[in-house]
């Protein structure tokens, strides 16, 4: 064959070939374009198709938390008692109010500090001749107790519950008797005195009794001072001791500042309800005469309190603006008095056994019992039905007076 024929065929082959590559590649591209058509349809309806499940699913959840809904409501509607139980909303739960803790003075029935409560009670003897007058820091007593001793006299011995506080001259302080020995120990409280009567030293030996001797005691005018504001009057009326030194006294002593835990307090205090003398005798005035010397109480309803009188005259505190002395109750306890004939005319007081007196509070009286097993063992007090005696709130005024002087004792 001729070399130019054997070309052209050559050329033609080629040009074939060329022809169905080209088609080949159209080809191919088609089929791609075919398949990612298709691949881009298929991942469309499996977007669609989660679209659609999801759509259920949160359907299906919301029809559930309905029913759910449904069923607590008919379920609070059977049982309304116990709708009030439950909380509808976790996040408006509410933590309960606390409930205050309150706590007592166990002199007074009123409210006090926990600290206080810690704190022993301390009994003072208080001279209250006339010519011993005026009197310091005596209206800042809880509890005033008055007793007869010799000549027709009375001394007093004022309970405090927080006497720390009391910075200044307490007093004139003076002698023991012993018969203020189980007035004291009714409140577990520390004595504090300035000598006694050989009986009162017998007695406190014989109990091992706690108490602050401001003559004998070994504390005399480091701790017991004579208050240059007396020096006017006689020098027995002179020794005075403040509430920080009666503290630091005992300390140093040794002697116990603490009250004793659940102690058996004589004194019950109301907490609401009706008044205990409500149905009492008016007793808007007091006389309680221990002999010449004649106390009385006047009652002003205004501060429903008892205005204290000795002597004719109003029974004042001369470190506290002349404040005259005021109670919220007045107790008044008949024991049987001897009188032993010695050279000073001391007296003796029965404070065991039992008796009779009276509760005076809000302008009326009431009469009571008293009762005491044996000496330091708190003195019962009970109603004219045999119940507990409750007092009102408040400071307190205590009589102890001869069993032969009720008829004595008026009321006005």
């Known amino acids: 064959m001729a070399p130019r024929e054997k070309q052209s065929k050559k050329n033609s082959s080629q040009t074939s070939d060329l022809k169905h590559a080209k088609q080949d590649q159209r080809t191919r591209e088609k089929s791609l374009q075919t398949r990612n058509g298709k691949s881009k349809r298929k991942r469309s309806i499996v977007v669609i198709c989660c679209i659609v499940v999801l759509c259920v699913l949160a359907a299906i959840a919301v029809l559930w938390s309905m029913q759910q809904r449904g069923n607590k409501k008919d379920q609070s509607d059977q049982t309304p008692s116990a709708q009030t139980m439950q909380t509808a909303d976790p996040a408006e739960t509410q933590a309960p109010a606390e409930i205050p803790v309150s706590y007592v003075n166990p002199l007074t029935g009123e409210a ?3 600290a206080l409560l810690q704190k022993r009670p301390v009994a003072v003897m208080i001279n209250n001749i006339y010519t011993s007058w005026p009197q310091f820091n005596t209206s800042r007593a809880d509890i005033i107790y008055e007793c007869e001793v010799e000549g027709g006299l009375t001394r007093l011995m004022a309970i405090y519950s927080d006497i720390e506080q009391i910075k200044d001259s307490i007093g004139s302080v003076r002698s023991a008797r012993e018969y203020y020995l189980d007035f004291a120990a009714d409140f577990d409280a520390l004595f504090v005195h300035a000598g006694g009567a050989d009986t009162a030293y017998i007695e406190m030996r014989a109990r091992n009794t706690e108490h602050l001797d401001g003559v004998n005691g070994g504390v005399e005018g480091k701790y017991y001072v004579r208050d240059p504001r007396r ?19 005992a300390t140093e002593k040794g002697l116990r500042t603490t009250a004793t835990p659940n102690y058996a307090y004589p004194f019950h205090f109301v907490s609401g309800g009706q008044d ?5 005798q008016t007793a808007n005035e007091v ?33 506290n603006d ?25 007296i003796e007081v029965q404070t065991t056994g039992s ?16 009762s005491r097993t044996e000496h330091d063992v708190p003195m ?33």
Request: glycine share 8%; proline share 4%; hydrophobic share 35%.
């Open 276 to 280: 205990p003398t409500a149905a009492g």
């Open 380 to 412: 019962t007090l009970l109603t004219a039905n045999g119940t507990a005696l409750e007092l009102n709130p408040g400071k307190t005024f205590v009589c102890v007076m001869n069993s032969a002087r009720k008829a004595d004792v008026t009321f006005g």
């Open 287 to 319: 006389q309680t005469p221990f002999s010449a010397v004649n106390g009385s109480f006047t009652y002003d309803s205004t501060t429903q309190k008892y205005l204290r009188y000795e002597y004719g005259v109003a029974q004042t505190d001369a470190l």
């Open 112 to 114: 006090c500090n926990a």
């Open 355 to 370: 008796g009779e007196g009276y509760y005076i509070s809000h302008g009326k009286a009431v009469p009571i019992t008293w």
């Open 231 to 249: 020096s006017y009057l006689s020098y027995e009326h002179q020794l005075c001791i403040t509430g920080e030194n009666v503290i630091a006294a």
């Open 322 to 346: 002349d404040v005259q002395l005021a109670f919220d109750n007045i107790v008044i306890v008949f024991c049987p008095y001897s009188y032993t004939g010695d050279a000073k005319g001391h």
